[in-house]
């Protein structure tokens, strides 16, 4: 079946595509880019609502460094679909900088962008480092994986976490308050900020964008809490962290009001796919997944995406295995239906009204194809 076959008008549940843009072993952050457009330019024929864009920092094997330029590029190579971040980091930000923009990249574009908004840096370890450490055992919820946390001190504590926060933010500098940020960008985008003096400041462009703003969590803190109860979407994240989904969808929908923006909860979850023709060939594509987490755990970075083979030929130790295990075992590989199956167990166990799928290959070819294998089988498919 080709691409425009598979897509149809009403899908039951919307997917869409989440990327980092990720670098492979022996390829370029050039290509990178140019993988990413293709791949926008894939997902619209099939069908996908959106095309949301991680924003990292100093890491070898992905080049999604600037979300806000990325969307200006996919939009423009693209008609229909809905690009935007996921997310841009407000831990090294402000406000005005991302209302903006993505005004800037909406005066073109209009009616087409999503500004997802994430914590980072120093906001991210000062909740961490007040709430007490919780490792629950894995369990299963819906037959859906919630695995044990995993102990990640070496990462908080890895040089590169300090260089990184040198070149983003002043060193030393107060985190920003999160929600304050969010009030401030709501505000600048609504055209009603006022400076505590009582001064106005109207950004142009940015102020009347029609932009859909999103808040990113991993957990059930201040970003669940944020996005609920200024009554916007959130993006609950199982890809990052799968053992605190459920706390962060939870949280979200306890805190939520209803807005101006959104009158009932809206969430979207994102998972690791990869699909190929058959369980085997997906198992083998998938086989670099785990050292190219490893790298991140670490504290070193995401390195560029081994080859299958090149990750063949890792010698692991029981207790790097243990690092990205929460990761490795939650990521969905496999046939069509086989993926199809997981995710519509996924789908039941948080609520989602929508899943966000990231997938990596080596090969940019067969990360198309994934997409297209999962675009097929999912509106082709029932519950």
């Known amino acids: 079946m080709s691409p425009d076959a598979a897509r149809t008008e009403a899908p039951d549940l919307p997917l869409s595509v989440l990327d980092?843009?990720?670098?492979?072993?022996?390829?370029?952050?050039?290509?990178?880019?140019?993988?990413?457009?293709?791949?926008?330019?894939?997902?619209?024929?099939?069908?996908?609502?959106?095309?949301?864009?991680?924003?990292?920092?100093?890491?070898?094997?992905?080049?999604?460094?600037?979300?806000?330029?990325?969307?200006?590029?996919l939009a423009s190579a693209t008609e229909r679909i809905r690009v935007g971040s996921a997310g841009v980091q407000l831990g090294h930000r402000t406000p005005l900088s991302a209302v903006e923009e993505f005004g800037l990249v909406d005066a073109l574009h209009p009616g087409r962008l999503d500004l997802g908004l994430g914590r980072s840096g120093k906001q991210l370890i000062r909740e961490r480092a007040s709430a007490p450490e919780h490792r629950p055992a894995a369990h299963h919820n819906g037959g859906v994986l919630i695995p044990r946390p995993p102990d990640l001190g070496s990462l908080r504590r890895s040089a590169r976490l300090a260089v990184t926060f040198a070149l983003l933010q002043q060193p030393g500098a107060e985190a920003p308050d999160y929600g304050d940020q969010v009030d401030d960008l709501l505000a600048l985008l609504d055209g009603t900020y006022r400076s505590a003096e009582g001064v106005a400041a109207h950004a142009v462009p940015g102020e009347g964008a029609d932009v859909e703003v999103w808040v990113l969590g991993s957990s059930g803190g201040q970003s669940a809490r944020v996005a609920g109860s200024r009554g916007l979407r959130f993006a609950a994240n199982y890809h990052v962290s799968p053992a605190t989904v459920l706390d962060a969808v939870e949280g979200y929908r306890a805190a939520f009001r209803p807005s101006a923006h959104l009158s009932r909860p809206y969430v979207a979850v994102s998972a690791d796919v990869v699909v190929a023709d058959t369980d085997d060939h997906a198992r083998h594509l998938a086989a670099g997944y785990g050292l190219w987490v490893l790298g991140i755990r670490r504290g070193e970075g995401a390195i560029p995406f081994p080859a299958p083979e090149q990750a063949a030929a890792h010698t692991w130790t029981a207790e790097d295995r243990a690092l990205v295990a929460d990761r490795v075992d939650t990521q969905i590989v496999g046939s069509p239906a086989t993926v199809v199956a997981q995710l519509r167990r996924l789908r039941q166990a948080t609520g989602a009204d929508e899943l966000a799928v990231t997938t990596i290959t080596h090969d940019p070819a067969d990360r198309l194809r994934s997409y297209e294998l999962l675009a097929i089988e999912w509106r082709t498919s029932t519950d």
Not at 35 to 54: F, K, Q, S, T, V
Request: aromatic share 6%; charged share 20%; net charge neutral.
């Open 20 to 73: 980092l843009v990720p670098v492979s072993e022996g390829s370029t952050a050039t290509q990178a880019v140019r993988n990413a457009i293709d791949l926008a330019r894939h997902a619209e024929r099939l069908g996908y609502r959106r095309y949301w864009l991680a924003e990292h920092h100093l890491n070898e094997g992905v080049a999604g460094s600037s979300p806000p330029v990325l969307a200006a590029l």
